[in-house]
Each structure stands twice: as structure tokens, then as C-alpha cells.
């Protein structure tokens, strides 16, 4: 089998593996969940050093939306175009 990554042994790899086997589809479901929100905590860590730990809520969720969204969405959507007012 070809190795996923390139800094991880076979052994190890294979212990991941099987342990993500063993997982029932709710554990996986949990696992993705908790990935995402790790994802989010760090862009809106990323947002704060960028632009201020003061920024408001809705400007902290608007800048993470326009990390997912594109920018005719943002725009029609929540009249923010993340080319002018940043991501």
C-alpha cells in the first residue's frame, strides 16, 4: 500500500488506519467535527492578529465566511466583498 504521509512510518500509519477502522461512523462524524472546529479556532486566531483582538463578532464571522464562500456570494449575500474588505 502506498503510504498517506510522507513523515509518518508504515507501522504507524497502519495503527492510524486500524483505529479509524475500528471507529463507528458516529465516532468519525465526532472526529470530523472536532477537525473543523479546530480549523475555524485557528483561522479566527489568524483574523485576530491580522485585524485586532477588539474586532467585532460580526466582522470575525464575516471574515470566516469568506474564507468558504466565494466572493459574488459575500457580496449578494452579506454586501461584503472580501477583495475590498479583506478575508
Known amino acids: 500500500m502506498k503510504p498517506i504521509a510522507l513523515d509518518t512510518s508504515p507501522e504507524i500509519e497502519?495503527?492510524?488506519l486500524e483505529g479509524y477502522r475500528r471507529?463507528?461512523?458516529?465516532?468519525k462524524m465526532q472526529r470530523i467535527v472536532e477537525l473543523n472546529r479546530s480549523v475555524e479556532e485557528m483561522a479566527a486566531a489568524r483574523i485576530r492578529?491580522?485585524?485586532g483582538p477588539d474586532l467585532p463578532e460580526r466582522e470575525l464571522r464575516l471574515r470566516l465566511a469568506a474564507l468558504?464562500?466565494?466572493?459574488?456570494t459575500m457580496i449578494e449575500v452579506f454586501n461584503w466583498?472580501?477583495?475590498v474588505q479583506g478575508y
Open 14 to 16: 497502519e495503527m492510524l
Open 23 to 27: 471507529m463507528t461512523p458516529q465516532e
Open 49 to 51: 492578529s491580522q485585524y
Open 68 to 72: 468558504r464562500l466565494d466572493r459574488e
Open 81 to 83: 466583498d472580501p477583495e
